[in-house]
DNA sequence: CGCTATTTCCAAAACGTTTTGGTAAAATGT
DNA sequence: ACATTTTACCAAAACGTTTTGGAAATAGCG
């Protein structure tokens, strides 16, 4: 149906190796023929067909994001991988980029009845996609084993104990052991964490500032003022809540990421307490709501975005250099997150 | 490099086609054979090339999502594609409903330096894709003119007039118009507007319904009561600005969506107003942050997500149609918004 | 046993490109 | 005028499947 070369070819009394080489560019075509070539292929509304022509250059120019979501973070009728402003940051970014790399991008969506491993594994399988960029590494995560095994390139956002894989990661250990020491400065001495998922690298990571923070400010480490969310804004809010239950309720809560955060401080506005006087909050993150919310939220912020496009770019050069045969350093970076002090800080304890 | 069917069937003395035929469950291949294909199969971890594949059966098994940003909504370093929830929400619905289907979504995202158009064309004339799902229609489209001309299945969210392709739409004039009556029943007479950019199907829409309601209300039509937005948290904060300095400021505004309500009640914060008691604010779409804003927002909800998956559906079917040779009966539906009425909108005036 | 029906398999074509390894013709050099 | 290079083109192979149209072998039947 649709017009292909072979058309072109015939219309013009060409061969269609002619034809395929003029619109390429390729010097040993006379420069009228490819013109001619050009306009009966613009007349003919001819564009090459992107599956033939990924077929015989085997490859795909498409790269994949699998995203990993804890599992409460699904429900049953919505996926909910987009509901985080941060990972949409990042998706947008990629997706820009790889635009860009003239690469397409396919995020895994995990949906209800269909699991993301599945999706995951036929597309490496069916060799849909070059190269892979995975987040939110678990402590052994079976990407990383699977990706190495299969021999597909990939880029990481964060990174694990030696890793041998090219990374960017945002350093959270350092970010909140600066939040907890600013805290401390302004008098808080009761401070609260609320964490996410358990085997989540970046759990371990923030959390582990979040201690030095209290040792280097000279605090002791209280295991009542943990909780746990799920990187969600309800998980947030029923994880404050809890904390704001004790007898001894803490005078300030990091979480783990902003949108915890900003289901905290609606906990902590029902429980009738003003953020930035009464209590103080604090995120991870930087997503531009942070900005917006009642009082504005004080966050450690990633500039996912810019993440997300360098990573792309890594991929693509890792990816072109896999097909020359050359062997690739990988760049691994780390990143200081920017400390962003805003209202729900405010106010010393 | 990677294990072909050929290696399948060279490894189990068969030919490709009885490995082909195996692996797909037709029955003219004996039960034990089968087996022993599926064994080799998994072992040598084979998977057909998703790519051979689809040249062969000429499908691309992947639908496209076009989605229209108004210029000013773009800007140099960050694609404000993925910003607004409501749109984020409907692509988790293209997605979630294409995997069910076995159906790839890409979404044209408009780089900067790279036109929206140009991508989408390129998509459309290299069979890249088998259907495309359109939103925020314009007046005169040209993606519906180029779609049509293409023969490419395509479904739209929202409609123009006299269409004849199917569609699924939220009547914004029908909920406008009850939105205006339920303002003006509490007791305001000054109601604002903030709309969208001009040329914009929806804008069109929801201003009428605004005019409808006002009349049915017997409330005078007043030009200065209205301002233009980008649909962004921005856009609404200085349009919402601008309603405010006038010495006869409105009692109430009604926003084209929630982004442009949320940064119109910063605004009203910000002139030192109480949103809910000094000011009524009401939004359309019915985003997730619009139930954790401070205070929480009037809004007509829109199942952006359901309306998502059952263009998927629709779009589904119409290209197996297409394929059968068989016509395609355009399904058109319209569906009702539903009021959310929140603190924004308390206290009369 | 001879005939037809069924079962199980396969060779070859096709999908639409790009790339390889050429060949004639024209231009250039001696 | 002849050898050599350059220019402009092309036939055929390959990419990895699925599908078409059989063909042997086996089973069923009178």
């Known amino acids: 149906m649709a017009v292909t070369i072979r058309d072109v070819a015939k219309r013009l009394n060409l061969s269609i190796t002619t034809v395929s080489r003029a619109l390429d560019g390729y010097d040993d075509v006379a420069e009228d023929t490819r013109e001619r070539v050009r306009n009966a292929a613009a007349q003919m509304g001819y564009a090459p067909s992107h599956m033939a022509r990924q077929m015989r250059r085997q490859r795909a120019d498409t790269i994949g994001f699998a995203i990993s979501l804890p599992p409460t973070a699904r429900d049953n009728t919505n996926n909910r991988a987009f ?10 970014g990629l997706g820009d980029e790889a635009t860009q790399c003239h690469l397409d991008l396919i995020v895994s969506t995990a949906t ?10 036929r597309w490496v399988q069916g060799r849909r ?61 009761r401070i609260g964490y609320i964490g996410g998922p358990d085997g989540l690298r970046l759990q371990d990571d923030r959390l582990a500032g979040y201690r030095a ?27 404050a809540l809890q904390l704001l239950a004790l007898p001894q309720r803490p005078s300030a809560i990091l979480c783990v990421n902003d949108m915890t955060a900003i289901g905290a401080m609606r906990a902590a506005r029902e429980r009738g307490l003003v953020v930035g006087r009464d209590i103080a909050i604090a995120g991870f993150d930087g997503i531009a709501d942070a900005e917006h919310t009642e009082p504005p939220l004080t966050t450690l912020n990633q500039p996912a975005y810019d993440i997300a496009r360098a990573l792309v770019q890594m991929l ?34």
């Open 112 to 121: 209800p009845g269909m699991e993301e491993e599945t999706l995951f594994r």
């Open 129 to 189: 996609l070059d190269g892979v960029v995975v987040n939110r590494l678990r402590k052994d995560d079976w990407r990383v084993a699977y990706l190495t095994q299969n021999r597909v390139p990939f880029v990481a956002s964060g990174h694990l104990q030696g890793a041998t894989f090219p990374f960017i990661e945002v350093d959270g250990k350092s970010g909140f052991k600066r939040m907890v020491q600013y805290l401390a400065g302004k008098g808080h001495a």
């Open 316 to 349: 693509a050069q890792m990816i072109e250099d896999g097909r020359r045969g050359q062997s690739h350093v990988p760049k691994q970076v780390l990143l200081q997150p920017e400390l962003i002090l805003r209202q729900s800080t405010e106010g010393g304890n």
């Open 213 to 239: 923070g209290l040792r280097a400010a000279g605090l002791s480490f209280n295991k009542a003022f943990l909780a746990q969310g799920d990187m969600t804004r309800n998980g947030g809010y029923a994880a």
């Open 83 to 92: 509901a985080d402003p941060f990972v949409l940051e990042f998706i947008a």
